[in-house]
């Protein structure tokens, strides 16, 4: 039995709107629902909890996608910083299931693939993230100028889902809880407490939505 956790909480603060970019239709559904409907179809997930903004929770919309979802367990708030987001869905996760997946809401293009690839791993490891590789020229920037390359350094970006042992997550989150802000992912706060992270080859689509990606929103919907 496993659980997965959609975070839709965060403020959207690059695409300058006062809605979520979450709740913004791209191909004839709000982004969010893409990721709703690829874990209501994967077999080997049973439950979903889905964490919003806490002034878009509401019995009229929670009902809407339950009709559309049944998966979808309940929807909660999400809090200041992801992690606390994160653990807010995860308290909510039923005591049976021993495997939480994480995925962030503004990826899409996740697939079924991936999402089996990430639970087989992580039943192996115990924690598993899927990641893809940078390619060109890696530059750090001080103050609006050039402050150096990262030559022949191999980069790579985190994905998501991100698979976990459920129990153990929420055991660290705890000891951590006062510090969330400083945490960027969940594997970050596994390899801080010196337990090992599995990492395997992502999907070159599932990526967040882009800047020309949010421009085509927005000017679909002007």
Known sequence: MISSIIVGAGKSKRFK??????????????????????????????EIILVLPSKYIDTKRFKTLKKKFCKLKCIVPGGQFREESVYNGLVHCSEQNKIVLIHDGARPLVNIPLIKKVINNTKIYGACIPVYEIFGSVKTIKNNFLEKTLKDTKLFVAQTPQGFNKDLLISLMEKIKNNFEIFPDESSIFKYFGYKVKVISGNAENIKITIKDEFKIINKIL
């Open 17 to 46: 709107s006062v809605v979520p970019k979450i709740f913004y239709n791209l191909h004839g559904k709000k982004i969010i629902e893409y990721s709703l409907e690829i874990f209501q179809k994967a077999d080997n997930i049973n």
